[in-house]
């Protein structure tokens, strides 16, 4: 898997939009982006994967620049119930199997405040 | 509620014993994968079980090994424990989802093993 660097932690209000940006320079051409959300003592959720430009779903938006470098996790006027671990995996056809053999870093602590 | 299922929850062993942890896939995937998370850490890939067999492993000794059953269930064995092995194991299952047609994980609620 490509290495990828993201933010320890960062502090917001409720109502406001989170973004969360990952870097992956090693990114490769087969390489899939996927976010994962973690509560205390709970396995990680999915919560979006991309390949290029944007992806979006009920929860969140994933937007992808051109160069695939980065990729930034939007998460819309955020409640307090979004504080959690948020974690970026960059890997080559992130499905079926494969999907299974991510070790994931440390994420983002996010901190919703009221 | 992602329909994967583990257990037990919690459970305290001393150094030196053998452990079983024991998950239940979601109905229709075949592929489970076991994961080990330390105290302010990210899950760390321990093995993969695909089809009954072992389809991937991570960078942990022989003492962690595993079995997978025909109904796709699957047991994590610890041997020799150490203090460090204390960490919350969590299982997670896998196959293109059809609402997201995304490899997404179904992560069960974990086990948590303290090691004495």
């Known amino acids: 898997l490509a290495k990828t660097t993201q933010p320890i932690s960062m502090d917001s209000y409720e109502g406001q939009e989170v973004n969360i940006t990952c870097s992956h320079n090693?990114?490769?051409?087969?390489?899939?982006i996927t976010w994962y959300q973690q509560f205390p003592s709970q396995g990680p959720r999915f919560i979006i994967q991309?390949?290029?430009t944007k992806v979006t779903n009920e929860v969140a938006s994933l937007f992808i620049p051109a160069d695939r470098k980065s990729s930034t996790l939007s998460l819309p006027r955020v409640s307090l119930s979004d504080t959690a671990v948020y974690y970026c995996?960059?890997?080559?056809?992130?499905?079926?199997?494969?999907?299974?053999?991510?070790?994931f870093g440390d994420g983002t602590t996010l901190t919703v405040k009221p | 509620e992602t329909g994967v299922t583990q257990s037990p929850t919690h459970l305290i062993k001393t150094r030196g014993q053998q452990v079983t942890l024991r998950c239940s896939s979601q109905?229709?995937?075949?592929?489970v994968s076991w994961y080990q998370q330390a105290l302010g850490q990210g899950p760390q890939f321990i093995f993969q079980?695909?089809?009954?067999?072992?389809?991937g492993r991570g960078n942990f000794p022989p003492r962690f090994s595993g079995l997978q059953f025909p109904n796709y269930s699957s047991e994590l064995n610890v041997n020799a424990l150490e203090l460090d092995d204390s960490a919350l194991y969590l299982c997670?299952?896998?196959?293109?989802?059809?609402?997201?047609?995304?490899?997404?994980?179904?992560f069960g609620e974990g086990s948590r093993l303290t090691v004495l």
């Open positions: 079980y695909y089809r009954e067999e072992e389809n």
């Open positions: 997670a299952s896998s196959g293109v989802s059809v609402r997201t047609n995304t490899g997404e994980l179904f």
């Open positions: 995996l960059v890997g080559d056809d992130l499905r079926g199997t494969n999907a299974g053999k991510s070790t």
């Open positions: 109905s229709g995937h075949n592929t």
């Open positions: 090693n990114i490769a051409t087969n390489d899939y």
């Open positions: 991309g390949y290029k």
